[in-house]
């Protein structure tokens, strides 16, 4: 088992610019997660899907789009890059609201 | 709105030692508390869950306890190790919400 796999691991963006974080797990959870980290604020929730089919905003949701491709997939996008948006991006999974898996990160740089 | 306190937010003890993490949190109507560890540019690592009728969590060196009425919950690493070095992250799982409020965490540094 991968666990919670993210894809990429690093990027850098100009301001305005779009991607989009992918997250896929394989442990067969109905719950996903995006969450930002930023120094000094912890972990702050920017998404939630609580099961297929479902999207929900969480404390953050401002400049960020979600889509919950099927149970194993959960995407976060960002349409138009700003230098606020320079974080470490989580995705994390759970079954129902138990113990939460985390990925290894995407960490982010909008200059 | 819930906020999840962790104090001291680093702490430094020679190898051996037996310590204790604090966790604290204002709203006591929590569905599940959750440890984690983080190293350093890593992800986060599930320690322990303690559901909000339980007390306490045992895992090896690890034991977690919850007090919902007084807000607190306390990690208790037993015999320390320079591998137990990272960053202790506090969660919380409030009822009726599908989310964890985080601690901005402990800072652990364990030296031989």
């Known amino acids: 088992n991968a666990g919670v796999t993210q894809t990429p691991k690093f990027q850098v963006l100009k301001t305005g610019q779009s991607m989009t974080l992918q997250c896929a797990q394989d442990m067969n959870h109905n719950s996903m997660y995006w969450y930002r980290q930023d120094p000094g604020m912890g972990l702050r929730l920017i998404y939630y899907?609580?099961?297929?089919?479902?999207?929900d905003k969480g404390e953050v949701p401002n400049g960020y789009n979600v889509s919950r491709l099927n149970k194993r997939e959960f995407s976060l996008r960002l349409e138009s890059a700003a230098p606020s948006q320079t974080s470490v991006y989580f995705c994390?999974?759970?079954?129902?609201?138990?113990?939460?898996?985390f990925g290894p990160g995407t960490r982010l740089t909008v200059l | 709105k819930q906020e999840v306190t962790q104090i001291p937010a680093a702490l430094s003890v020679p190898e051996g030692e037996n310590l204790v993490l604090n966790c604290s949190f204002t709203?006591?109507?929590?569905?599940?508390l959750q440890w984690f560890r983080q190293d350093p540019g890593k992800g986060l690592t599930s320690l322990l869950l303690?559901?909000?009728?339980?007390r306490e969590q045992t895992s090896g060196r690890l034991n977690a306890s919850l007090d919902k009425s007084s807000g607190r919950s306390t990690l208790y690493i037993a015999a320390s190790q320079p591998g137990d070095s990272a960053t202790y992250l506090c969660a919380v799982g409030n009822t009726g919400f599908q989310k964890l409020v985080f601690g901005t965490g402990t800072r652990l540094l364990v030296s031989p």
């Open positions: 899907s609580a099961s297929e089919g479902t999207t």
């Open positions: 303690i559901q909000s009728s339980q």
């Open positions: 994390a999974s759970s079954w129902e609201r138990n113990e939460q898996f």
């Open positions: 709203d006591s109507a929590i569905y599940n």
